[in-house]
């Protein structure tokens, strides 16, 4: 009876569990006994059962979050482990501040089918989440002591030598990271950097909680050496946006180093730091916020194809952290579900932005349903923190959000257009087509009137010009109604510019100048400065095209010379379209606008002498620079080869020679970095002349046809917006 009520303990030849030691060192243990491990380090191998698993919360059961510890990280992060606690505690039995929560069907659970049933729900621990979404998963999370167990072979901090370590730095265009520390910049700089960031990119993208991540952030640049991998990740992500905001007298002035070596030596620490962090296989939101951005500060200096498959890896991490379910459904607090709201509709943006530099459709399926995230809320950064105990209420006037929010709301407009593009059975190929040349102009008017008066009552007739962050909030909102209703009447509908209805021509030259002279006050008002860093990613290369053709064709167009003065400034504001001619748009819209200033000439030719603008002698002294080029590129070619360059239709053949130096023709873009990007063009400018249909006389200067289609082609292969 005794043996039968106390069997004997049966030890088996060979644990089912970790030793105390791999356990703790968070390695993967054999379960030989001794283990491998700790043999090959002499140490003791103690096998020692895991406590029982902990009881899973109810549905809506409140529990200790994110609140203020993932990214309040202020010791946890920054230090490397956990944050003090709270005054209110949670449960003494659990090992983390974060807890695993789920959404059951509608079902009990004594209903389920034991096996059968997936159950949706957020790992969380040690800085990390993960969801889990599939039946497999579900199962093998159940088998886990602690759910939290499965993110134990993903953390991004450990630093033991026998974790699994993959160097992913070839993603980022560098060298493989070092194992050794990184070169912080000086405490001092430090400060000023913060300051940058928080003064010019935070109100632009809101990717991060600055009341709760500044506590944490100057603790960790007092103690640089214990600094988590994941938050040394943020803080150089942080130290070169802030650069990449600084125009070169800024740089030299705020921070005492030239701005182009410094950015090089930040962007390069940042690059290490992310793949320190194990990036592509992170399940930490600091290491994604640190991802976004860095693709927000390296946007001019990755080619826009790179950049782009950079942002589908943050958007692959995000997903497979749930961000693309609303944390409401996933029984997530209400300041982790905001955060996350953030991070999740900016990374959509600027996938959709990136995507369209790299000739993909301006408006394209965002994919919204009704698990995704709900557009962040409206409201002060100071009214959203940790352990707030109910969702934030949306404020009813401008806030900090304000230009983000615009920008959502403008993202939400456009996936319900392209949604009910899709219902009506059209290929999402056609979009842009449609939209621009076959749709129903009057449905769509009625659309862009609806979304400008939604802007309006909700934000725009509050705005203050006087306040920096309201201006460029209406500037960008009336640039995208303006941008909107010039795509609805693209100039591509017309015959030729003088065959289209007055009306209409007068309408589409009015919203093109109207387009220009925002974009010039974006880069022209001094209290705008702080955000010019933004404005160099919103130029309206059709509405400027559009103008220069229309000045072309009829040189006496009103407002001809208010147009000429935007035409000026645009390209004084904008330099890279003076020294940058390998890309195809630079050399044909200067060509444009030379043809378009001749006609200006001699219309005002006898009525006053016209002095040449500088820029305009610019472009002529660029011109000539060129051609001498092309002519000795061809002698010398010719000389050697046989070959003669001067037409695209040639470049194949052309691209497999070399000229007497040796150097290969084909242009290779390097960046300030070093790095190169090629253009599929030869050195050559490239004959322009097909560009418009028909002689170039004066009488016949309105009856030629821009060839829209290959402008779109310039735009899609110089990889500009």
């Known amino acids: ?62 529990g200790p979050s994110i609140d203020g510890r993932e990214y309040p990280q202020t010791r946890l992060q920054a230090q490397g482990h956990s944050p003090k606690e709270s005054s209110n505690p949670p449960d003494t039995n659990s090992r983390s501040h974060l807890s695993s929560r789920e959404i059951r069907g509608s079902q009990s659970s004594s209903s389920e089918p034991s096996g059968s ?9 040690r800085g990390q989440s993960m969801l889990i979404d599939n039946s497999l998963w579900s199962r093998v999370v159940e088998e886990f002591h602690d759910p939290e167990d499965a993110l134990r072979r993903s953390s991004d901090d450990s630093s033991d030598a026998e974790t699994l370590n993959d160097d992913f730095s070839f993603v980022l265009g560098g060298p493989p990271s070092s194992r050794t520390k990184l070169l912080h910049p000086p405490p001092q700089q430090v400060h000023e950097l913060w300051r940058t960031f928080v003064e010019n990119v935070d109100p632009l993208s809101k990717v991060v909680h600055i009341p709760t991540l500044e506590k944490a952030f100057h603790e960790a640049a007092n103690q640089v050496d214990t600094v988590s ?21 800024e740089c030299k002035e705020r921070l005492h180093e030239p701005r182009k070596p410094l950015r090089s030596r930040l962007m390069a620490a940042t690059k290490a730091a992310l793949s320190r962090a194990n990036f592509m296989s992170t399940a930490s939101l600091v290491v994604l916020q640190a991802l976004v951005i860095h693709i927000i500060s390296a946007r001019d200096m990755y080619e826009p194809r790179a950049l782009w498959t950079l942002t589908g890896v943050a958007a692959r991490l995000a997903n497979g952290m749930g961000l693309d379910r609303d944390g409401t459904l996933l029984g997530l607090p209400p300041f982790e579900t905001e955060l996350r709201r953030r991070v999740w509709w900016f990374l959509k943006a600027q996938d959709l932005q990136n995507a369209e530099l790299c000739g993909l459709p301006k408006f394209r399926d965002v994919g919204l349903s009704s698990d995704s995230p709900r557009r962040p809320t409206n409201i002060n950064d100071i009214e959203l923190y940790p352990g707030m105990p109910v969702s934030p209420v949306e404020s009813g006037s401008l806030t900090d959000m304000t230009f983000l929010a615009i920008r959502y709301d403008l993202l939400w407009f456009a996936d319900a257009r392209v949604a009910k593009f899709r219902h009506q059975g059209k290929s999402l190929s056609q979009w842009d087509q449609d939209f621009a040349s076959g749709g129903d102009k009057a449905e769509t008017d009625q659309g862009v009137k609806e979304i400008e008066e939604h802007l309006e009552k909700k ?39 003088n065959q289209a209805p007055p009306f209409e021509r007068q309408w589409v030259w009015e919203v093109s100048i109207r387009l220009l002279e925002q974009r010039d006050m974006l880069q022209s008002n001094p209290s705008l400065n702080k955000f010019a860093w933004h404005a ?35 390209f004084e504001n904008n330099m890279s379209m003076f020294s940058d001619s390998r890309k195809p748009i630079h050399r044909a819209v200067r ?131």
């Open 459 to 497: 934000y725009l007739r509050r705005c203050d010009p006087s306040q920096p962050l309201q201006l460029m909030s209406m500037l960008m909102a009336r640039a995208a109604i303006d941008t909107l209703r010039f795509m609805t009447h693209h100039p591509r509908r017309w015959t030729s510019i």
């Open 536 to 570: 160099a990613f919103t130029m309206q290369w059709p509405a400027f095209i559009h103008v220069l053709d229309s000045l072309r064709a009829n040189p006496s167009t009103p407002d001809a010379e208010k147009a000429w003065r935007l035409i000026a400034n645009t």
């Open 229 to 249: 991998r994941s938050f040394e990740a943020l803080m150089f992500a942080i130290y070169s946006a802030a650069v990449m905001s600084l125009s070169d007298v």
């Open 117 to 125: 049933v997936s159950k949706t729900q957020v790992i969380q621990g």
């Open 1 to 62: 009876m005794g043996t039968a009520r106390n069997p004997p303990l049966i030890v088996p030849s060979r644990p089912t569990f970790a030793c105390v030691r791999c356990s703790g060192r968070k390695v993967k243990c054999d379960r030989h006994i001794p283990c491998t491990a700790c043999v090959k380090h002499g140490a003791e191998c103690v096998f020692q059962p895991p406590p029982p698993p902990r009881r899973r919360r109810r549905p809506g059961a409140a």
């Open 591 to 721: 060509s444009l606008c030379l043809k378009a200033y001749d006609a200006h000439k001699l219309q005002r030719n006898g009525v006053y002498a016209l002095q040449t603008p500088a820029f305009i002698l610019k472009l002529r002294q660029q011109q000539e620079v060129e051609k001498i080029k092309r002519q000795a590129c061809s002698e010398a070619t010719t000389a050697s080869t046989g070959l003669k360059y001067g037409t695209i239709s040639n470049q194949e053949d052309a691209a497999q020679h070399e000229d007497a130096g040796g150097q290969n023709q084909r242009f290779e873009h390097v960046n300030e970095h070093g790095s190169e990007a090629e253009h599929p063009y030869t050195i050559e400018d490239i004959d322009l002349g097909f560009l418009l249909a028909g002689d170039g006389s004066a009488d016949n200067r309105a009856y030629q046809t821009i060839n829209w289609e290959q402008w779109d082609l310039f735009l899609a292969d110089s990889k500009i917006n």
